[in-house]
Nanobody, 124 residues
Framework: QVQVEESGGGLVQTGGSLRLSCVHS????????LAWFRQAPGKEREFVGG????????YYADSVKIRFTSSREITKNTVYLQMTDLRPEDSAVYYC?????????????????WGQGTRVTVSS
């Protein structure tokens, strides 16, 4: 069983920055993909970005490309999402998800393990 836990959400002003963390544990496969999704009230959960644990390869949604960067710290089993130039439309609950394969998944159904989410609020 894989456990996933996000942290780092909070309130930030437009144009500000925030870094989210995702700690994952369990399972034996090193070829896993960790992805960030977000869900705003009344909206569907949407893909933000993903990273391959083994190689550090990253891929992003067009809406956040350049502004958001994902990275990993192997010794801490942690993935980060560095968010810059935040906008009110970035406000959402952000989720970290894991699949035990290296894929370029962008659908929530591509991922099997989820954290509880961390809330990001960007004030205008």
């Amino acid at each position: 069983q894989v456990q996933v836990e996000e942290s780092g959400g909070g309130l930030v002003q437009t144009g500000g920055s925030l870094r989210l963390s995702c700690v994952h544990s369990g399972g034996t496969e090193s070829s896993r993909t960790l992805a960030w999704f977000r869900q705003a009230p009344g909206k569907e959960r949407e893909f933000v970005g993903g990273i391959w644990w083994r190689t550090g390869f990253t891929y992003y949604a067009d809406s956040v490309k350049i502004r958001f960067t994902s990275s990993r710290e192997i010794t801490k089993n942690t993935v980060y999402l560095q968010m810059t130039d935040l906008r009110p439309e970035d406000s959402a609950v952000y989720y970290c998800a894991v699949r035990l394969q290296s894929i370029m998944g962008r659908a929530a159904s591509d991922f099997h393990y989820w954290g509880q989410g961390t809330r990001v609020t960007v004030s205008s």
